[in-house]
């Protein structure tokens, strides 16, 4: 009897453990997207008030995204895409190219769920060791749901010679550590991860199996 009560204390204490460790990898990774959004508006403020003001709005509606949905285990993957697409208009709007980046959603995202955050590193990851000056697009999206029990995203951008000696030293940096763990905690035995560095060409390719 002690032995089956000792055993279902320990399954809670490491329920626990992952519920607290999941906390502190998402608290982990909101400054660090914070802290590069407010550096791109920053950029704006004197050179153009009005692509400034427009920063704020999106900023105000992933500050919205953050509020509402970082504290969910998981949330609908639209919402997921809309975040997405509000980090890229802010980073294309520092680079003052909309076309710099291709992102293409393939097959239908409703009814799937993913942890939030989940893919923001990758494209975090795409933008901070890119190369600005490679033929468009510099940054390459595909997230494959055609089939809805299969999530297939992948990440593809040149890298610079500092970001390609960067990413060879750390690839990713604490974004992608941070992501692989939460990985490994919430999918263990349904994921896999390839991270490719050559030739200059960065490339992640994840897929997550939702059976």
Do not use: C, W
Not at 92 to 117: A, E, Q, W, Y
Not at 163 to 170: D, K, L, S, T
């Amino acid at each position: 009897m002690d032995g089956y009560i000792n055993q279902q204390q320990k399954t809670l204490l490491e329920k626990q453990n992952v519920k607290s460790e999941l906390s502190l990898l998402k608290s982990q990774i909101n400054p660090h997207f914070l802290f590069n959004t407010l550096n791109t508006i920053h950029s704006f403020v004197k050179r153009d008030p009005d692509k400034a003001a427009h920063s704020i709005i999106k900023l105000s509606g992933i500050m919205r995204f953050i509020l509402s949905n970082t504290n969910h285990e998981k949330i609908p993957l639209d919402k997921e895409i809309n975040y997405l697409d509000d980090y890229i208009t802010l980073e294309t709007f520092r680079l003052g190219n909309p076309d710099f980046v291709s992102f293409i959603v393939k097959g239908h995202p409703d009814d799937i769920s993913i942890p939030p955050m989940l893919l923001i590193p990758f494209v975090e990851n795409a933008f901070k060791h890119g190369e600005i000056k490679t033929p468009l697009p510099g940054i390459k999206i595909i997230l494959d749901v055609t089939n809805p029990k299969l999530i297939n995203f992948t990440v593809e951008n040149v890298v610079s010679a500092i970001g390609n000696q960067n990413n060879v030293q750390n690839p990713g940096g604490i974004g992608l550590e941070n992501v692989m763990r939460r990985l490994q905690l919430i999918y263990p035995d349904k994921y896999h991860l390839t991270i490719t560095n050559k030739d200059k060409q960065f490339i992640v390719h994840l897929s997550i199996n939702l059976l």
